[in-house]
């Protein structure tokens, strides 16, 4: 399994910009699928952005054109880079990893978790 850390949440205005990172350790992050997920309060926990082992991404609708996934194997980084950001992006951001790519896509059964970043935007 891959020990996850988030970082980078916090509070911005509408507009704004921030940067996601998630830091994992363990032999196996540059053969794994990574995903970005959020949950809101009272919300269920959605796929915001996944990348493959070879960079292949996929982006939830919602963000696509705002929000870039990016993976450093050599550093064991995954980032999601948040532009213009609006209130409904209001949430716990989450970083996962597994091996495989439709259990990252699908959110389900995924092996390893990080803790969570808040991420708040103000209108």
């Known amino acids: 399994q891959v020990q996850l850390v988030e970082s980078g949440g916090g509070l911005v205005q509408a507009g704004g910009s921030l940067r996601l990172s998630c830091a994992a350790s363990?032999?196996?992050?540059?053969?794994?699928?990574m995903g970005w997920y959020r949950q809101a309060p009272g919300k269920q926990r959605e796929l915001v952005a996944a990348?493959?082992?070879?960079?292949?991404?996929k982006y939830a609708d919602s963000v696509k054109g705002r929000f870039t996934i990016s993976r450093d194997n050599a550093k064991n980084t995954v980032s999601l880079q948040m532009n213009s950001l609006k209130p409904d992006d209001t949430a716990v951001y989450y970083c996962?990893?597994?091996?495989?790519?439709?259990?990252?896509?699908?959110?389900?059964?995924?092996?390893?978790w990080g803790q969570g970043t808040q991420v708040t935007v103000s209108s």
């Open positions: 996962g990893a597994d091996s495989s790519w439709q259990r990252v896509v699908a959110g389900q059964r995924v092996g390893s």
């Open positions: 990348i493959s082992s070879n960079g292949y991404t």
């Open positions: 363990g032999s196996t992050f540059s053969t794994s699928a």
